[in-house]
C-alpha cells in the first residue's frame, strides 16, 4: 500500500487482515431490498420499513444499549425482509423481534413484556418470541453470531486512519477532528434509510467517514482564513494559520491512504458513485 509514498505503521497490517476477513463475510449478510415506494397491494413498502427502523433507533436510546444493538438489528430485520414476504401488519412485530434477538445475543437483558409495551407494536410477548424463532430459522441464526455490519467496517476504517494520523504526527488531532460518537450517531440515520440497505456496508462506512474527514479538513481552511484576515500582523496568529496548514497536509495525507485503500480492496471509482446515490450522507 506504499504506491503514494504514505507511512504503512506496523500496527495497520492487524486491522488490513482484520478488514480482508470481513470483507468476505461481508456478502454473507448483505441485504438486498426489494420493497415497493407505494403499493395497493398487502405488502411493505419501503416507508414502513424506515419507519421501523426510526422506532428501534428509539428503543436503542430507551434502553441506553450501544450501537451495535441497533445495528445488528437493523441487518436482521432487512436480510428478513429480503428472503421473505410479509404482510404490513407484521412489519412492527419482525421489526421489535429482531431488536430483541439483538440484544440478547449482544448479552443485553430485555423483557420481552416490556419491549413490547414500549414498542407499542401492537403484539404480545409470546407473538415477539415467536416471531423471534421464525427469523432466527430463516436466517439460519447460529448462537454467537455476530453478523458483518456498516458499523463493523467504520470502526475499522477509523481505526487505521487514526494510526495512520498517529504515525504523521496528528494522532491527537484526528482524535479531536473526527469524533467515534458522532459518526455513528450519523451512520445510525444512514441505516434507517431504505435506500442504502442494499448498498455495501464497508462502502456505505468508508464513504461516511470520508465525507465527514473532508469536511473537517475544509473547516481547517475556513479557520485559517479567518485568522490571516483578522489579525494578519500578530505573530501567535501567523503560528497558528502556520499550524493549521500542517494538519490540513496532513489528514489530507490520511485522505490519500483512503483513496489507497479504495484501489486495493473496493470497486474502481465507487467513492464517486456511493456520493451520487448517498447525498443523504452529506445533508445529515
Same mark, same amino acid.
Given at each position: 500500500? $506504499?504506491?503514494?509514498?504514505?507511512?504503512?505503521? =506496523?500496527?495497520?497490517?492487524?486491522?488490513?487482515?482484520?478488514?480482508?476477513?470481513?470483507?468476505?463475510?461481508?456478502? *454473507?449478510?448483505?441485504?438486498?431490498?426489494?420493497?415497493?415506494?407505494?403499493?395497493?397491494?398487502? #405488502?411493505?413498502?419501503? $416507508?414502513?420499513?424506515? $419507519?421501523?427502523?426510526?422506532?428501534?433507533?428509539?428503543?436503542?436510546? &430507551?434502553?441506553?444499549?450501544?450501537? =451495535?444493538?441497533?445495528?445488528?438489528?437493523?441487518?436482521?430485520?432487512?436480510?428478513?425482509?429480503? *428472503?421473505?414476504?410479509?404482510?404490513?401488519?407484521?412489519?412492527?412485530?419482525?421489526?421489535?423481534?429482531?431488536?430483541?434477538?439483538?440484544?440478547?445475543?449482544?448479552?443485553?437483558?430485555?423483557?420481552?413484556?416490556?419491549?413490547?409495551?414500549?414498542?407499542?407494536?401492537?403484539?404480545? $410477548?409470546?407473538?415477539?418470541?415467536?416471531?423471534?424463532?421464525?427469523?432466527?430459522? *430463516?436466517?439460519? &441464526?447460529?448462537?454467537?453470531?455476530?453478523?458483518?455490519?456498516?458499523?463493523?467496517?467504520?470502526?475499522?476504517?477509523?481505526?487505521?486512519?487514526?494510526?495512520?494520523?498517529?504515525?504523521?504526527?496528528?494522532?491527537?488531532?484526528?482524535? @479531536?477532528?473526527?469524533?467515534? @460518537?458522532?459518526?455513528?450517531?450519523?451512520? #445510525?440515520?444512514?441505516?434507517?434509510?431504505?435506500?442504502?440497505?442494499?448498498?455495501?456496508?464497508?462502502?456505505?462506512?468508508?464513504?461516511?467517514?470520508?465525507?465527514?474527514?473532508?469536511?473537517?479538513?475544509?473547516?481547517?481552511?475556513?479557520?485559517?482564513?479567518?485568522?490571516? @484576515?483578522?489579525?494578519?500582523?500578530?505573530?501567535?496568529?501567523?503560528?497558528?494559520?502556520?499550524?493549521?496548514?500542517?494538519?490540513?497536509?496532513?489528514?489530507?495525507?490520511?485522505?490519500?491512504?483512503?483513496?489507497?485503500?479504495?484501489?486495493?480492496?473496493?470497486?474502481? *471509482?465507487?467513492?464517486?458513485?456511493?456520493? @451520487?446515490?448517498?447525498?443523504?450522507?452529506?445533508?445529515?
Amino acid at each position: 500500500m $506504499g504506491t503514494s509514498g504514505l507511512p504503512v505503521p =506496523d500496527a495497520i497490517h492487524p486491522l488490513l487482515e482484520q478488514l480482508q476477513e470481513a470483507l468476505v463475510l461481508e456478502v *454473507k449478510y448483505q441485504p438486498n431490498l426489494q420493497l415497493p415506494t407505494m403499493s395497493q397491494t398487502e #405488502e411493505i413498502t419501503i $416507508g414502513a420499513r424506515d $419507519g421501523s427502523a426510526h422506532v428501534l433507533r428509539c428503543l436503542k436510546v &430507551w434502553y441506553d444499549l450501544p450501537s =451495535d444493538v441497533f445495528f445488528v438489528a437493523i441487518n436482521l430485520m432487512d436480510r428478513f425482509l429480503t *428472503k421473505m414476504k410479509a404482510r404490513p401488519k407484521h412489519m412492527a412485530c419482525i421489526s421489535v423481534s429482531a431488536f430483541h434477538i439483538a440484544a440478547v445475543q449482544l448479552a443485553q437483558s430485555l423483557d420481552a413484556d416490556h419491549l413490547v409495551s414500549i414498542s407499542q407494536c401492537k403484539c404480545t $410477548g409470546g407473538d415477539l418470541k415467536r416471531m423471534s424463532e421464525v427469523i432466527q430459522n *430463516k436466517l439460519e &441464526w447460529a448462537p454467537g453470531t455476530q453478523p458483518i455490519t456498516s458499523l463493523t467496517f467504520l470502526r475499522l476504517f477509523n481505526a487505521m486512519f487514526r494510526t495512520v494520523a498517529t504515525e504523521l504526527g496528528s494522532g491527537e488531532a484526528y482524535t @479531536s477532528m473526527i469524533t467515534e @460518537s458522532e459518526l455513528l450517531l450519523r451512520l #445510525e440515520m444512514v441505516a434507517c434509510d431504505g435506500n442504502c440497505a442494499s448498498l455495501k456496508p464497508s462502502e456505505v462506512a468508508l464513504v461516511l467517514l470520508c465525507i465527514y474527514l473532508d469536511n473537517a479538513v475544509n473547516r481547517l481552511d475556513t479557520n485559517t482564513d479567518h485568522t490571516i @484576515s483578522v489579525t494578519v500582523t500578530s505573530s501567535s496568529s501567523a503560528i497558528n494559520a502556520s499550524v493549521t496548514t500542517t494538519r490540513k497536509h496532513q489528514m489530507l495525507r490520511v485522505l490519500e491512504f483512503a483513496v489507497e485503500l479504495q484501489k486495493l480492496y473496493f470497486r474502481y *471509482k465507487f467513492l464517486f458513485y456511493a456520493r @451520487s446515490c448517498g447525498c443523504c450522507i452529506k445533508q445529515i
